[in-house]
């Protein structure tokens, strides 16, 4: 390590000091208490109803900012790019396929081919398709995904919507199976020398007994009429 390494403007981004000082000068006592008072007094008044939340995040980062708590170099560090990007493209997508009518052609597919066996296979069938999602493509994009489909086979089977979207949240956390879906499984995939046949063994137990949790309490919890 040389003697400017405490220098560099990235250090934090790509190291975690144990020992030997920290990249940043700690917060002032004022600044610490703004922090932490202005935290506490946006959760307040988000939970009393005066100020919305994201409305007084914002004034609160706008504190912090002009405090020098924070600096716009340290936001841009830690501010999730990547995430927002995927999130947004899959409401785009969410909302193209609403706007066009796929969602609700997907809908009646789903209509017909479960009619037989009723609105809890259409449920079921939400679900799972939500899993796949998720299984491949982050969660975020796979609640974004199939809420619309969710939502026109509710109203297509005549029923509350309620159950569909709770089944769509909750089948978009189920990312057991494989490695892609979860930003996790990743970091340690390859580092661990894991393969895809040791999650689906590890991960189909726990994927069963939350799906049959998930698909029994669902409609007593939320009925459908």
């Not at 809908?107 to 809890?120: I, K, R």
């Not at 998720?134 to 969710?150: K, M, R, Y």
């Not at 040791?198 to 007994?209: C, H, I, Q, R, T």
Request: charged share 10%.
């Amino acid at each position: 390590m040389g003697p400017d390494f405490h220098q560099q403007h990235n250090v934090a981004r790509h190291f975690h000091l144990l020992s030997g000082g920290t990249t940043r000068a700690p917060l002032s006592r004022w600044q610490s208490r703004l922090a932490f008072g202005g935290f506490a007094c946006v959760i307040g008044l988000a939970s009393l109803g005066v100020v919305p939340l994201f409305h007084g995040l914002l004034v609160l980062l706008g504190g912090l900012l002009a405090s020098r708590a924070t600096g716009l170099s340290e936001l841009r560090r830690h501010f999730p790019f990547e995430l927002w990007l995927i999130i947004g493209s899959a409401l785009a997508i969410a909302q193209g396929l609403d706007n066009s009518g796929a969602a609700a052609l997907l809908a009646q597919g789903m209509q017909q081919l479960f009619s037989p066996w009723g609105v809890y296979a259409a449920l079921a069938g939400c679900y799972l398709l939500t899993v796949l999602l998720t299984e491949t493509v982050t969660n975020n994009a796979a609640a974004a995904l199939g809420f619309p489909i969710a939502w026109s086979t509710a109203q297509a089977f005549g029923v509350d919507p309620t159950p569909f979207i709770m089944v769509v949240a909750y089948g978009a956390s189920v990312c057991f199976l494989l490695p892609y879906g979860y930003q996790t499984h990743l970091m340690v995939y390859s580092p661990g020398r894991y393969r895809v046949r040791g999650f689906l063994k590890a991960g189909a137990p726990v994927s069963l007994v939350y799906s049959a949790a998930v698909l029994i309490l669902t409609p007593l919890v939320f009925p459908f009429h």
